[in-house]
């Protein structure tokens, strides 16, 4: 009986000894962790999250682009065919829907003397703007960049009179732009966000073959 009593006292102490031991390898190893947390967080700080801005196509366009703000867009010669090409349409499109909205993004993306000239030919009486019967289509044939920061852009022009085709002609706009330095936070999104801006503008009409004179009686 006094053994089985000695055993039984040894077998507690153990099961007592092996209790505190793996109570301490908890807090050990909980502390372990804690401490490579602390260091991965220190020497991998999270990355900073950056903006990206979205350029939605037009309506002769089928695709979405996708570009990380405050970049080097100068160099991009995809986003600025599309950014000449979105310029010339919204400033010579007429439809009495949206012109307000649109010659806000035109203010936006042209210099002060531009916009100037633009917003007197806007204001001008008599001019096309200025008569509501009067609707201008626009329909961009051709985008090329001729020169460093010179863009040349032939597009078609429908004008319509009380809803009956008056007019169609092949027009070019030929402008200078440059993108302005600016920094884009989540915080502060300008309106502008890429920085292009138009500092000369001009138009002029393009000569049309006999083939496209005949299509412009049909179309009429």
Do not use: C, H
């Amino acid at each position: 009986m006094g053994d089985r009593k000695i055993d039984k006292n040894w077998l507690f102490k153990l099961e007592n000894n092996i209790r505190r031991l793996m109570f301490v390898w908890i807090i050990v190893l909980s502390i372990t962790v804690i401490a490579l947390l602390i260091i991965i967080i220190f020497l991998f700080p999270l990355k900073e999250k950056e903006p990206y801005l979205v350029f939605f196509s037009q309506a002769d366009q089928n695709f979405v682009r996708v570009e990380k703000a405050n970049g080097d867009y100068k160099s991009q010669r995809a986003l600025i065919y599309s950014l000449v090409a979105a310029y010339v349409q919204k400033r010579e499109t007429i439809n009495r829907i949206d012109d307000i909205p649109r010659y806000e993004d035109i203010r936006l993306q042209s210099s002060s003397e531009v916009w100037g000239q633009f917003e007197k030919l806007v204001r001008q009486k008599g001019s096309v703007y200025q008569n509501n019967s009067i609707k201008r289509n626009i329909e961009v044939v051709n985008v090329s960049l001729v020169a460093k920061n010179i863009a040349q852009i032939d597009f078609i022009a429908r004008v319509y009179y009380a809803g009956s085709l008056q007019s169609v002609k092949r027009r070019r706009a030929t402008l200078a732009y440059v993108f302005d330095d600016q920094e884009i936070t989540f915080n502060n999104i300008p309106k502008n966000p890429t920085g292009f801006k138009v500092i000369g503008y001009e138009i002029t009409e393009v000569y049309i073959p006999q083939d496209d004179n005949k299509n412009q009686k049909d179309e009429k």
